[in-house]
C-alpha cells in the first residue's frame, strides 16, 4: 500500500497543474516526497534482506513500527498537499475534486485514508508494545 501511495503522491506532487484540489505543492513537499520514497526504498530492502534469514531479535518489531511510520507519513504528505481542497462544504466541489477519470481520490477519501493509515500504530500491537520489546531486548 505504501508504494500506491508513494504514487499518487508522485502524481500530485509532480504534475500540480493535473490536480483538481486548488493547491500546488511547493518545494517542501518535494524534498518530502523524495526523503519518504528513500526511506521507503531503504525499508523495503531491510525487510527483504530480513526475510531472507531467520527472523530473531528485535529487527520484526523495528520494521513493523518502521512501516507504520512510513504509511503515517505518506498520508500526511497527502493531506498535506490537498490543502483548502479538503474542507470543501459543496457536494459539487466534493464531486469535482474527486472526478474518476481524472484518478483522483476525493477529498473524503484522503481524510479517510489518513485516518484509517493512523491506527496502524494500533492495529496488529500498539506502537508502545512494539518499543517495550525493543527496549526490553537491547536492556538484556
Known amino acids: ?16 497543474e493535473l490536480t483538481p484540489y486548488g493547491v500546488k505543492p511547493g518545494p517542501f513537499a518535494r524534498r518530502r516526497l523524495a526523503a519518504l ?7 523495503e530492502w531491510t525487510l527483504l534482506r530480513m526475510l531472507s534469514q531467520p527472523a530473531v531479535g528485535i529487527v520484526p518489531s523495528v520494521l513493523k513500527n518502521r ?20 474542507f470543501s462544504d459543496s457536494d459539487a466541489d466534493i ?20 485516518l484509517d493509515f ?11 508494545i512494539q518499543k517495550n520489546i525493543i527496549s526490553k531486548a537491547l536492556l538484556a
Open 1 to 16: 500500500q505504501c508504494k500506491f501511495l508513494l504514487r499518487m503522491l508522485q502524481r500530485i506532487i509532480l504534475t500540480p
Open 37 to 43: 520514497e528513500a526511506e521507503l526504498i531503504a525499508h
Open 67 to 86: 512501516g507504520a511510520e512510513l504509511q503515517q507519513a505518506l498520508t500526511e504528505l497527502m493531506v498535506d498537499c490537498c490543502g483548502d481542497g479538503l
Open 95 to 114: 464531486a469535482a475534486a474527486g472526478d474518476a477519470e481524472e484518478g483522483f481520490p476525493t477529498p473524503a477519501a484522503v481524510v479517510a485514508t489518513y
Open 118 to 128: 493512523r491506527k496502524m500504530s494500533i492495529f496488529a500491537g500498539t506502537t508502545e
